[in-house]
């Protein structure tokens, strides 16, 4: 029993397979708009410049304010990335807002931390905003920009 349109050998199944393959149908070859490899390249370099500046056990906590001077150069950036699908602009809108509102959460830490002198209310502080970064990484891996999921010293 065949149904109607359905390859009825071998040949013709590999026939259709060949010709899905070349269409492109069902494969993992998503390519990204314009707008999303610049994203990618604005993250890399941003994700670059914070690993340059140090870990703060490493460099000492003067490095928090560099790396949150360049987490929001990052955050208007992307803000301002132009083009895309409106779909792709509605995720960079909330992808700019929590990456924003992260490098913010860094910079009460900083404060906190220059006025008590506390470790621990500074790490307190500056968990508070890692909720703004999870979101980030959970936007970015939407967009198809996994670079922008990727924590600086990941490696």
């Excluded at 390859?7 to 149908?25: D, K, N, R």
């Excluded at 340059?52 to 490095?63: F, N, S, T």
Aim: with cysteine; aromatic share 4%.
């Amino acid at each position: 029993m065949t149904l109607a349109g359905c390859p009825t050998s071998v040949g013709h199944l590999l026939l259709l397979v060949a010709l899905l393959a070349a269409a492109g149908c069902g494969g993992d070859d998503q390519s990204r708009s314009q707008t999303v490899e610049r994203l990618a390249t604005l993250c890399t370099q941003a994700r670059h410049d914070i690993e340059e500046l140090g870990l703060p056990g490493e460099q000492g906590i003067v490095v928090v304010r560099p790396w949150a001077n360049r987490g929001t150069r990052l955050a208007e950036a992307v803000g301002g990335l132009e083009g895309g699908t409106s779909n792709e602009q509605r995720l960079l809108g909330r992808l700019a807002t929590a990456l924003e509102e992260y490098y913010a959460g860094l910079r009460v830490g900083l404060l906190v931390y220059e006025q008590t002198k506390s470790s621990e209310a500074y790490a307190a502080a500056v968990e508070r905003s890692s909720a703004f970064l999870e979101e980030s990484e959970e936007v970015a891996r939407q967009l198809g920009a996994p670079e922008c999921a990727t924590r600086p010293f990941a490696d």
